[in-house]
């Protein structure tokens, strides 16, 4: 029959004991693992029921209704009484001289099971997957909520385990178990360097001042040329760019230099500069046009402007 998803026979072994340490009986090796020592009553009651072996046993402390799982490893002890590992009262809120109640079962075998350790030392060991393996044989079961002790170079490690499957008591003699580890209990994620705001503030102030030394891009600066190749009859205004990146004209000293200023950001061709001066300046006009028509006559081509020859001689 299945009761809690653990099987028990009709003609089951069920009995009370009171608990104590394993210091009571000068056996300290019971506390690397999970067996107990036993009245030699409770062999001769197993012995005449069917069980399944290994026997395994399950563990009530009937005051809290806490349950654990355990193998046992003699049947020498006192009889009323057993000797338990000092991890596994822990684990049921016993005290030395508390009723326990004693009955066997059978565990499936475990397929997974996930742990975690209580500190980060235990992941500081060179093979912890090795050692775990080497101490969990001295274990035949395991159980949700317990927390085992894994000894190693003479310090006590211990570990909870969070979860096992098929069920929250499992068997793991002779077993193929998944093992998983949670982070340790006092396990702390790395903390982020914090910046000052003042360290900050010297960083931007850096960067503004790097932005200001970059050269900045200043269009139409160079000298105005005309198509036609004839000389200008007026100096461009050199542009600058201010802090915004636009660029305006820099202003000359006499007022007949700012008369003859053009459109910014324009480039002048060909008729356009007479345009331009006509609609800016009338210092000089006849005369710059006077020179300029000399200047056209000279370079158009006068048909039949040489001498004249007769034929016939």
């Not at 000797?83 to 016993?94: A, E, S």
């Amino acid at each position: 029959m299945f009761y809690d998803g653990y099987a028990y026979h009709r003609t089951t072994f069920e009995q009370t004991y009171r608990c104590y340490p394993s210091s009571f009986i000068d056996k300290p090796q019971i506390e690397s693992g999970d067996k107990i020592i036993m009245p030699p009553s409770a062999l001769d009651r197993l012995a005449s029921l069917h069980i399944d072996y290994p026997m395994l046993f399950e563990l009530r402390n009937t005051s809290t209704d806490s349950v654990s799982h355990c193998g046992v490893l003699e049947f020498i002890a006192e009889e009323g009484v057993i000797y338990m590992p000092y991890w596994m009262m822990q684990n049921l809120l016993l005290q030395e001289g508390d009723i326990v109640r004693v009955r066997n079962v059978t565990l499936p075998k475990g397929t997974y099971v996930k742990l975690q350790p209580h500190t980060t030392d235990f992941l500081d060991i060179a093979n912890p997957k090795a050692i775990l393996e080497t101490a969990l044989r001295n274990y035949s079961c395991l159980t949700v909520g317990d927390s085992i002790m894994v000894p190693y170079n003479n310090k006590k490690y211990f570990i909870d385990i969070l979860e096992a499957k098929p069920s929250n008591g499992i068997s793991i003699i002779e077993t193929d178990c998944e093992v998983d580890f949670a982070p340790p209990l006092d396990y702390k994620e790395p903390e982020r360097p914090v910046v000052p705001a003042s360290a900050k503030g010297q960083a931007k102030a850096k960067e503004v001042t790097v932005a200001e030394a970059e050269p900045k891009f200043n269009p139409f600066t160079g000298s105005g040329r005309r198509l036609d190749g004839r000389p200008l009859s007026y100096e461009p205004q050199p542009v600058a760019a201010n802090n915004n990146g636009q660029s305006h004209s820099v202003a000359s000293g006499s007022e007949s230099e700012k008369a003859t200023q053009h459109t910014q950001g324009k480039l002048v061709f060909g008729s356009h500069v007479n345009r331009a001066t006509k609609e800016t300046t009338k210092v000089g006009v006849g005369k710059d046009r006077k020179q300029e028509e000399e200047a056209e006559k000279k370079d158009k081509f006068n048909a039949f402007s040489g001498k004249k020859y007769s034929l016939r001689g």
